[in-house]
Structure formats: C-alpha cells, structure tokens
C-alpha cells in the first residue's frame, strides 16, 4: 500500500488577536490520483478536504502558485501559505515549510513504489540475443564544408 498520510499543525491566518493552531492531515494516494495531494480539516472546525495539484504545493514552496481556486506561496524562510476559496469562504492557513517538504519527500517515494507495484518485477529470462554483426566497409562519415574566407 502507498498511502501516505501525515499529521501536522497550522496556523489559520486571520485578523482576529489569537491565531488558532488546529491539526490537519496531509494525504497522499496514488491509486486514486497520483497527482493530487489532500488538506483534510478537522471536522470540530467545520471539516472539509481541500485537494490540488502536488505540483501546486513544490511551486507554492519556492515561488507564488496558483491553481483553480487555490493559491500557494512562501512566506519567509520556514513558513508557506495555502489559501482555499470556496463559494462560501476563504481560508488562509500557514504551514512549517518542512513539514510539507516532508510530506512531499514522502508522496515521490511513495508514488515510486506504486508505479513498481503496478509494472511488477523485472523479468529475470535468458539475456536477449545480440544483434547481429554486420559486414562490409563502415559508413562514412560526412563533415560540413569549411566556410570560405574572402579576404
């Protein structure tokens, strides 16, 4: 199985005097979708998945990204922000930059031993036959004309 899935914390960014630090679940399948990662809220916080992109969240690591409905940047050197619109709300939340380097460590890894799992071992039958020798003078080789120099 090439489930990943990691715990961590978050900041969720807000106007209000106390910013809330609430755990999430990042989560990784690569049989449902190789190319997708999954935010997934606690439900006591109104819940909800939020999914995008894996390729959005190694941009959003390194420079702004944006994706649908979901941007991603760097803020300073060790926090990056993931901001989810939705018809009834934004949310703003901020991430430890390792963790998601983690993570994202973690999904290649995993989505390497998927696609191992998928293709099977390699086989391990007699070598194949060499190609046969050929005869006769070896092909020329042909060089482009010098440019001529006036002078």
Known sequence: ??????????????DAAETPSL????????A???????VSFP????????SFPR???EEGLRAPAQSGKVRIW????????VECHAPDAVSVIQFDSTDLIRFLRRTYTAGARYEAEL???????PAPAPAPATTG???????PAEPKVSG
């Open 55 to 57: 390729s959005l969240l």
């Open 23 to 30: 755990p999430v679940a990042l989560r990784y399948d690569p």
């Open 119 to 125: 293709t099977g071992p390699a086989r391990s039958g």
């Open 137 to 143: 003078p070896a092909p020329a080789v042909t060089r």
């Open 32 to 38: 449902v979708d190789p190319a997708t990662v999954t």
């Open 1 to 14: 199985m090439a489930l990943v899935e990691q715990y961590t914390r978050v900041r969720v960014v807000s």
């Open 43 to 50: 439900h006591a916080t109104g819940g909800g998945d939020r």
């Open 74 to 81: 760097p803020c300073g050197r060790v926090q990056t922000v």
